[in-house]
């Protein structure tokens, strides 16, 4: 698989390396297409914090926040504009990301 992966990924760069001119839409097609069907997962990209200055989670979102002394995994409410865990509000978070997306097993 790992093989397999490499040689799409040799061709990909093939395909962008061409001048606008030579560039063979079909080509990138069927090799994104190919990809999809091997059922090969890249890796995600982990998020970066995000500060709160810059904005905030969703309603209720499942979170991971920096409190200025320690990460935790907790909620953000948006009525109250605070962060939770287990019913206890922390009011001085200053950074926060997105959990990552479950594995596939």
């Known amino acids: 698989m790992i093989k397999k992966c490499e040689q799409m990924i040799k061709r990909l760069k093939v395909i962008c390396e061409e001048s ?3 560039f063979n ?6 090799l994104l297409q ?9 890796p995600t990209v982990v998020s970066s914090w995000v500060s709160v200055k810059d904005r905030t989670p969703c309603h209720l979102e499942r979170i991971i926040f920096f409190n200025g002394k320690s990460i935790q995994l907790g909620l953000y409410e948006d009525v109250n504009k605070c962060w939770m865990i287990k ?3 922390y009011l001085d978070v200053t950074h926060w990301m997105p959990l990552p997306e479950k594995p596939n097993v």
Do not use: A
Not at 25 to 30: F, R, S, T, V
Not at 34 to 42: A, G, P, Q, R, W
């Open 20 to 22: 606008i001119e030579e």
């Open 25 to 30: 839409l079909p080509e990138l097609n069927d």
């Open 34 to 42: 190919e990809l999809d069907e091997s059922k090969v997962h890249l």
């Open 87 to 89: 019913g206890e509000f």
